[in-house]
Nanobody, 121 residues
Framework: QVQMVESGGGSVQAGGSLRLSCAASGYSYRWNCMGWFRQAPGKEREGVASISIGSGSTYYADSVKGRFTISQDNAKNTVYLQMDSLKPEDTAMYYC??????????????WGQGTQVTVSS
């Protein structure tokens, strides 16, 4: 079973930056992909970005392309989400997840507890 713990959330002004981290443990080798998702109050969960653990290939939602970057540090079993040029609409609870497929619209069985990101104008 995979365990994931997110950190790095906080409050920033519009145009600022944050770097989220997701530390994974357990049987993470059984999953090919790690991803970041977000959910704002009253809205559905949205896939933000994903990365293939083996190849390093990345995928992004149109709403964050050019602003967010997903990366990994295999030695530390950690996945990152660098968020630049933040907008108020980026405000949400952010979750990391693991799956066998990197498609953001696919099934993601394992989830972390989430970390809050708030962007003010």
């Amino acid at each position: 079973q995979v365990q994931m713990v997110e950190s790095g959330g906080g409050s920033v002004q519009a145009g600022g930056s944050l770097r989220l981290s997701c530390a994974a443990s357990g049987y993470s080798y059984r999953w090919n992909c790690m991803g970041w998702f977000r959910q704002a109050p009253g809205k559905e969960r949205e896939g933000v970005a994903s990365i293939s653990i083996g190849s390093g290939s990345t995928y992004y939602a149109d709403s964050v392309k050019g602003r967010f970057t997903i990366s990994q540090d295999n030695a530390k079993n950690t996945v990152y989400l660098q968020m630049d040029s933040l907008k108020p609409e980026d405000t949400a609870m952010y979750y990391c997840a693991a799956a066998s497929s990197c498609r953001l619209g696919g099934l993601w069985p394992y989830w972390g507890q989430g970390t809050q990101v708030t962007v003010s104008s």
